[in-house]
């Protein structure tokens, strides 16, 4: 179980970054970059007294997830994007996560099959269950509406400082053996497509995170994983945050080099399998003795 004080910081990471979420909505729009709407959403974060807990993803259309763009981002929303914002933000360790989409310029009918999926999702939770009947939910729905959820992309449990604690949240309905129980924390974050339902790795990656100290032969390599434990601990980071320190060449240089020392997690770019277009919805919950509470609603 949760102490009183831990449950306050969830609830008051997860209350900033609601307020984070709808203020960024206002802003997403035809021809606003994306790398503004990730620079906005991390700084209004800091400015309320909570600390981004990952990099915000700006992934348009048929990227499904982890696309944070880079400082030199030239890209911009455009009529007939679905976009996602994902965010997070931590207090002490103790993380939120959610994300929207939007559909610039006519609806999409996708964005409510995310949206009614969560709510599904949300509605199923208690002590007891097999995290497989909160797949088995967002399964439901969204093939009700005539679209698929994303097989190969999940929910995941929260703890300090550890963004996927343990605890897959299926999007598809499975069996896991999980079983809730009250304390558990969880980010719910279904996806729906158009497209075939799986996503692929594309070579792309924007987003690391610190895995283990490893020998590197570049001093400059070795300052810069210092830094990493010191500035985001095992958190994800972007490319983009560590850009004034050096050129963009010398940081991506080291940064294959710490991924291939195996010191750095990297997060790939994820693609539609089918080239569909992707929604999603997220909130985190708290998991009580008779449901749960929805700590970024
Ligand atoms: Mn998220
Ligand atoms: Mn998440």
């Known amino acids: 179980m949760l102490s009183e004080e831990e449950l306050q910081k969830y609830r008051q990471a997860g209350k900033i970054l609601a307020e984070v979420r709808e203020e960024i909505k206002k802003h997403v729009k035809e021809g606003v970059k994306l790398v503004d709407i990730a620079e906005r959403a991390e700084e209004l974060i800091r400015s309320k007294g909570a600390q981004p807990a990952f990099p915000c993803n700006v992934s348009v259309n048929e990227i499904a997830a982890h696309y944070s763009p880079p400082l030199n981002d030239e890209r911009t929303i455009q009529t007939g994007d679905l976009v996602k914002v994902d965010i997070g933000a931590q207090i002490d360790g103790y993380i939120a996560d959610t994300a929207f989409s939007v559909s610039i310029g006519s609806p999409n009918p996708l964005v409510e099959a995310a949206e009614k999926a969560l709510e599904a999702a949300i509605s199923v939770v208690r002590p007891g269950i097999d995290v497989g009947e ?9 093939t009700q509406l005539g679209f698929k959820p994303i097989r190969n992309l999940t929910g995941h449990s929260l703890a300090p400082w550890d963004l996927h604690a343990g605890i897959t949240i299926p999007n598809v309905a499975e069996k896991t053996g999980q079983i809730l129980k009250p304390g558990d924390v969880l980010a719910i974050e279904p996806f729906a497509t158009d497209g075939a339902g799986y996503v692929d ?56 080099e710490l991924v291939g ?28 003795e008779n449901g749960c509470e929805v700590t970024t609603r």
């Open 261 to 288: 020392a195996g010191a750095l997690w990297p997060y790939h770019v994820l693609s539609e399998r089918g080239k569909g277009k992707v929604a999603q919805a997220e909130h985190t919950v708290i998991v009580t």
């Open 134 to 142: 909160i797949g088995k939910a967002v399964e439901q729905t969204i």
């Open 201 to 256: 790795d594309l070579q792309q990656t924007l987003i690391f995170r610190y895995l283990r100290d490893a020998p590197t032969r570049l001093r400059m390599t070795r300052a810069l994983l210092r830094d990493i434990k010191n500035f985001y601990r095992t958190l994800p980071f972007a490319e983009r945050w560590l850009a004034k320190r050096m050129s963009k060449l010398r940081l991506e240089l080291s940064l294959r």
